[in-house]
C-alpha cells in the first residue's frame, strides 16, 4: 500500500517552503531553523519527495526547492534514513525521472545523483537498467530526464562505474554513441557529455570503442547546437591529452576544424576550443603538426585577445578616472601569505645571479590579473596564453608570422586593436626574445610612448607588456632606456585609473627585480613616488604598493639606509601598521613589506624596532593561544589562521637579519623563545619552516639568548630533517649548522641526534640542489667544531659533499663547510682516499680562499702526494680534467 501525507502536516510544509523564497534574511533564518527541527521527524523527507514528484498543483520553483532540500539532507544523513523512506525516495525518484518540467526533471537528476554517490549505486542494482531503458522511451521528457540523471552519475561515480566488477560502462558506452545522431541537441549533448567522463582516465570500454567514438565526434564537427559544438571541442581536447594516437591520422583536419571553432560565434565554444592549442604546445608533435597552419592560426590567436564589447562594458573600459572610488570588500582577491625570506641560505653558484633552487610560486604571469571582475578564464586570457606557449615552442621561427601582424596592430587607429596587439607583443616576450631583440630599439620607446595613451585599459597593458622586456633595457649601458621607462612607469604609479595603478605598481616590482642596484642612483625619487601613492590608493592597491615597496627593499638592500630615504619611508608604513588591527588580513603583505625593509635597513631600523617586533611576538602568541583553545574545544572556539603567526615569525626573522646583535635586548624582554619552542613542534609544516628560519637568524645575530634552549631545541630539528618536507628540513639543517659554529665543541652531545639523518639526505638520489648544498654545508661545520665525533664517518658522505659544494660562491658559510672537512680529513685520511680526486675538484672551485684555508689545502694535498709517491701521483694526476690540472699546479704547486 503507498504512502499518503497528512494534509495538516503537508500544508505546513508548503507554507515553510514558499516562506524560504522571502527576500526578507530574518524570514529564511526563522525558516531554516523550523526545517531543521522538522528533521528529526522520519517521515519529513517523504513529505519532501512528495511535493517534488507528485504536487503538480504547486508551482515549480516551491517543487524544486523541496527537491534541493531533500538533497542536502540526503547528503547529510542518508545512511540514518529508515529502510522504508531511502526506498521510498528512490522508487518516487524514478518515476519522476521524465516530469515535462525541465526544472524538475533536473532536480530529479540531482537527487539521484546525489543518492548513487552516497554508495548507493551497489545497493541500487535498479536504477542503470531502468535510466538506460528510458533511454529508448518514445516520450522526449524521459529520454531527456534520463540521460540528466545518467551524465550527473558520470560526472560524480565515474571511478566507481570504471571499477564495479559487472562493468556496467561496456553496456552505457556504446548506448551513449547511439544517441549522438538524435534529432534533439539537448540529448546528443548530454550523449556526448557522458562518453566524455571516460577520456581522461582512458576507461577500457571507451578504448575499445575508440574508432566509433571518434567517426561520431567528427559527425557532430558542425552540429548547429553551441552546446553540442562545446562537447566536442571539449572530447577532442582531452583525446589529445589521452590518446593522441588516435587523433594523429587525423590531425590536419582536427587542427583545422579547431581553428574554425575558435573563432565560434558563441565564447563558450571558442574557449574550450582555444584550450587545443595549450595542450598540443606540450607534446612533441606539436611542431611538426602545427608549423604548416601558423600563418593561419597566430591571426584568429590575435584576434581572440582583443577585449568584446561586453568585456568593456564590464570592466567599465570607458571610466577613465576612478582613483577616488573606494574599493568594494569583495573586489579584493584574498592574497596568501608567500614567504620571501624563509628559505633559508640559498648558495649563490660561481658567476650565477641567484639561490641553487627555484622556489617561486607558480602563479600565472599572463597579464591579464587587471581582468579580475571578468571570469577567470576567457578568450581573451587563453588566447594570449596560447600564443605565449606556441612562442616558447617555435621561438624566432613565428616571427614572419608575427611580425606583420604586430605591425599592423600596434598602429591601428582603432585603441581595441592596438591594445590587443601590445598584449600579443608581451605574450612573445619569454619565447621569441632573440629574434625580438634588434626591433626593440625602436618598439620600447613606442611602448614607453603608449604609457600616455588616453585609454586606461591601453596603459594598463602596455605597463605589462614593458615588464616584460624591461630586463633588456636593464643591462643595456648609460641607462638609455632604463631611466624612462623607469620616470614613465612612476607616473603611471600614480594614474588616476585604478586599474593602471595596479598594472604599473606590478610592472615596478619587475623592473625592481631585474635592475637591482642599477636603481640606487633614483632611489629618491623612486621613494617620493611610492610614498605619494600611499595617499592616492584605494585598499585593492595599497597591497600591491607594499610588494612593490618591500621588493625594492630587496633588490637595493642597505643602500636605502640613509636618513632622507629612512624619514620618507617608514612614517606612512608606520601609520599604516598602528591603523591596521590584530585580525585584519591586509597585514600580511605589511609585514611582508616591513620584513624586507628592516632586513635593508639595518640598524637604520632601530628606531621603529621596539613595537614592530612586540606586535609580531604578540600575534605569534595569540595564534598559539587560539591553536590550543580550539584544540581542547573545537565547539567554543575557532581554528586560529596560522598565516598571522607564519607572517609574523618572517618579520622577526628581517629584523633579527637586519638589527643583528641590537635584537638582543628585545629577546631578553619578551618571551619569544617558549613562544619558538611551541612554534617549532606545530603540524602545519609552514610553520616550522619560519621557526626555524628565525631560529637560525636568532643564533646569529644573539647566540646569548638562544643558548640556554639548545638542548630542548636540538631534539626538535633532529626529528624535522625529513627531506620529504623540502623547506621545513633545508631550514632546519641550516639552523643545525648555525648552532654548531656558535656551540663550538660542546655540540659533540648533539652529533648522534642529527649526523647519520644529514648523511642520508646528502647520498639521496634527486635531492633538490639547495637542500643538497646545505645539508653539506653544515656536515662541513658538524666536522669543523667536531672532527673527532664526524671524521670516522667521512668515507659515507665525501664524495656527494664534494659534488655538491664544488659549484657554490666563495662565502663565510663555504669557508667554515671546507675547514670543517680539512680537519676531518687529519684525522681520518683513509677515509677521502677512493674519492681523493673528487676533493681536488672542490678545493678548484675556489677563487679566492683565505690564506690559512689555501695553506690547509696545501698541506693535505703535499701530504697526499708525499704518501703515495712521485710516480704514483703522476699517474693520479693524469685522470684530472686539464683544467684541473692547472688550476692545482698554479695554485697550490702539486
Known amino acids: 500500500m503507498g504512502w499518503n501525507p497528512d494534509p495538516d502536516a503537508l500544508a505546513q510544509i508548503l507554507g515553510l517552503l ?180 571516460f577520456i581522461i582516465s582512458k576507461t577500457q570500454a571507451l578504448m575499445a570503442n575508440i574508432d566509433p567514438f571518434l567517426q561520431n565526434l567528427f559527425h557532430l564537427a558542425m552540429d548547429d547546437d553551441p552546446e553540442v559544438r562545446k562537447n566536442v571541442c571539449r572530447a577532442l581536447v582531452m583525446l589529445l591529452d589521452a590518446h593522441i594516437s588516435s587523433l594523429i591520422p587525423h590531425m590536419h583536419n582536427i587542427i583545422e576544424y579547431m581553428m574554425i571553432r575558435t573563432q ?43 577585449y568584446s564589447e561586453i568585456d568593456i562594458i564590464l570592466l567599465k573600459g570607458d571610466v577613465e578616472e576612478d582613483e577616488s572610488v573606494p574599493d568594494r570588500t569583495e573586489d579584493i582577491k584574498p592574497r596568501f601569505h608567500k614567504s620571501r625570506h624563509t628559505i633559508r641560505h640559498e648558495p649563490m653558484e660561481n658567476g650565477g645571479s641567484g639561490g641553487g633552487e627555484d622556489f617561486q610560486d607558480d602563479e600565472s604571469d599572463d597579464g591579464l590579473d587587471d581582468d579580475s571582475s571578468l571570469s577567470d578564464w576567457n578568450l581573451r586570457k587563453c588566447s594570449a596564453a596560447a600564443l605565449d606557449v606556441l612562442a616558447n615552442v617555435f621561438r624566432d621561427e613565428m616571427l614572419p608570422v608575427i611580425l606583420p601582424i604586430l605591425k599592423e596592430t600596434l598602429f591601428h587607429q582603432e585603441w581595441e586593436i592596438r591594445e590587443s596587439g601590445i598584449l600579443a607583443l608581451g605574450a612573445i616576450a619569454e619565447g621569441c626574445m632573440n629574434g625580438m631583440t634588434p626591433h626593440l630599439t625602436d618598439l620600447i620607446p613606442y611602448l614607453i610612448n603608449c604609457l600616455k595613451d588616453k585609454k586606461a585599459l591601453v596603459r594598463s597593458i602596455t605597463c605589462w607588456t614593458l615588464s616584460r622586456y624591461c630586463h633588456w633595457a636593464v643591462v643595456l649601458p648609460d641607462h638609455t632606456y632604463l631611466k624612462p621607462l623607469m620616470y614613465e612607469l612612476l607616473k603611471c604609479v600614480l594614474d588616476s585609473n585604478k586599474r593602471v595603478q595596479e598594472a604599473a605598481c606590478s610592472a615596478f616590482a619587475t623592473l625592481e627585480e631585474e635592475a637591482c642596484t642599477e636603481l640606487v642612483p633614483y632611489l629618491s625619487d623612486i621613494l617620493k613616488t611610492l610614498v605619494f601613492a600611499f595617499r592616492k590608493y584605494q585598499a585593492k592597491n595599497l597591497l600591491i604598493l607594499y610588494d612593490a615597496i618591500g621588493t625594492l627593499a630587496d633588490s637595493v638592500g642597505n643602500y636605502l639606509n640613509k636618513d632622507e630615504y629612512i624619514q620618507m619611508l617608514m612614517p606612512p608604513l608606520i601609520e599604516k601598521w598602528n591603523v591596521l588591527k590584530d585580525e585584519d588580513k591586509d597585514l600580511f603583505p605589511l609585514l611582508e613589506c616591513l620584513s624586507s625593509v628592516a632586513t635593508a635597513l639595518q640598524s637604520g631600523f632601530l628606531p621603529y624596532c621596539g613595537p614592530v617586533y612586540q606586535r609580531c611576538v604578540s600575534l605569534v602568541e595569540q595564534t598559539l593561544n587560539q591553536t590550543m583553545a580550539h584544540a581542547q574545544n573545537p565547539e567554543q572556539f575557532e581554528a586560529a589562521d596560522k598565516d598571522f603567526m607564519i607572517v609574523s615569525l618572517d618579520l622577526l626573522s628581517g629584523l633579527a637579519e637586519g638589527l643583528n646583535g641590537h635584537v638582543g635586548q628585545l629577546v631578553q624582554q619578551s618571551n619569544i623563545m617558549q613562544l619558538l619552542y611551541q612554534a617549532m613542534q606545530d603540524p602545519m609544516p609552514e610553520v616550522r619552516q619560519s621557526s626555524f628560519a628565525l631560529l637560525g637568524d636568532l643564533t646569529k645575530a644573539c647566540f646569548q639568548n638562544v643558548a640556554p634552549c639548545i638542548s630542548e631545541f636540538m631534539p626538535i630539528l633532529g626529528q624535522n630533517l625529513n627531506p620529504e618536507l623540502i623547506s621545513v628540513c633545508n631550514n632546519a639543517t641550516w639552523a643545525i649548522g648555525e648552532i654548531s659554529v656558535k656551540l663550538g665543541p660542546e655540540m659533540r652531545v648533539y652529533i648522534n641526534l642529527v649526523l647519520n639523518d ?67 680529513i687529519s684525522v681520518n685520511p683513509g677515509g677521502v682516499v677512493e674519492d681523493f680526486i673528487f676533493f681536488c675538484d672542490a678545493i678548484a672551485s675556489w677563487i679566492n680562499p683565505k690564506q690559512d684555508l689555501k695553506e690547509m689545502f696545501h698541506k693535505i694535498l703535499h701530504c697526499f702526494k708525499e704518501q703515495v709517491g712521485e710516480e704514483n701521483w703522476k699517474r693520479f694526476t693524469e685522470q684530472f680534467p686539464p683544467p684541473l690540472k692547472e688550476r692545482l699546479s698554479q695554485q697550490y704547486a702539486v
Open 18 to 197: 514558499r516562506e524560504s523564497q522571502s527576500p526578507d534574511t530574518i524570514v529564511q533564518q526563522s525558516v531554516q531553523q523550523k526545517l531543521e527541527e522538522l528533521n528529526k521527524f522520519t517521515d519529513f523527507n517523504k513529505y519532501l519527495i512528495y511535493v517534488l514528484t507528485k504536487l503538480t498543483s504547486e508551482d515549480e520553483p516551491t517543487r524544486s526547492l523541496s527537491g534541493l532540500i531533500l538533497k542536502n539532507n540526503v547528503k547529510a544523513h542518508f545512511h540514518q534514513f529508515p529502510p522504508d523512506v531511502a526506498q521510498f525516495i528512490k522508487s518516487e525518484c524514478l518515476c519522476a525521472v521524465g516530469d515535462p518540467s525541465p526544472l524538475i526533471r533536473a532536480t530529479v537528476g540531482i537527487l539521484i545523483t546525489t543518492t548513487a554517490s552516497k554508495g548507493e549505486l551497489s545497493t541500487w542494482p535498479e536504477l542503470l537498467p531502468r535510466l538506460c531503458e528510458m533511454l529508448d522511451s518514445p516520450d522526449y521528457n524521459v529520454c531527456e530526464g534520463a540521460f540528466g540523471a545518467l551524465q550527473k552519475i558520470c560526472e560524480d561515480s565515474a571511478e566507481f562505474l570504471e571499477k564495479s566488477h559487472d562493468r556496467p560502462l561496456d553496456a552505457l558506452i556504446p548506448k551513449f554513441l547511439q544517441f549522438f545522431k538524435h534529432t534533439s541537441s539537448k540529448i546528443r549533448s548530454h550523449a556526448i557529455a557522458c562518453v566524455n567522463q
Open 758 to 824: 644529514l648523511i642520508f639526505i646528502i647520498n639521496k638520489p634527486n635531492t633538490p640542489k639547495t637542500l643538497l648544498e646545505n645539508t653539506a654545508i653544515t656536515i662541513g661545520r658538524l666536522g669543523y667544531v667536531c672532527p673527532n665525533e664526524v671524521a670516522p664517518l667521512l668515507q659515507q658522505f665525501i664524495r656527494q659533499w664534494c659534488i655538491s659544494l664544488r659549484n657554490i660562491r666563495d662565502n663565510e658559510e663555504k669557508d667554515s663547510a671546507f675547514r670543517g672537512v680539512c680537519n676531518m
Open 264 to 306: 565560434d560565434p558563441d565564447e563558450n565554444v571558442a574557449l574550450e576550443a582555444c584550450e587545443f592549442w595549450l595542450s598540443l604546445a606540450e607534446h612533441p608533435i606539436c611542431k611538426e603538426a602545427l608549423k604548416p597552419h601558423l600563418p593561419k592560426l597566430i591571426p584568429i590567436l590575435v584576434r581572440g585577445m582583443k
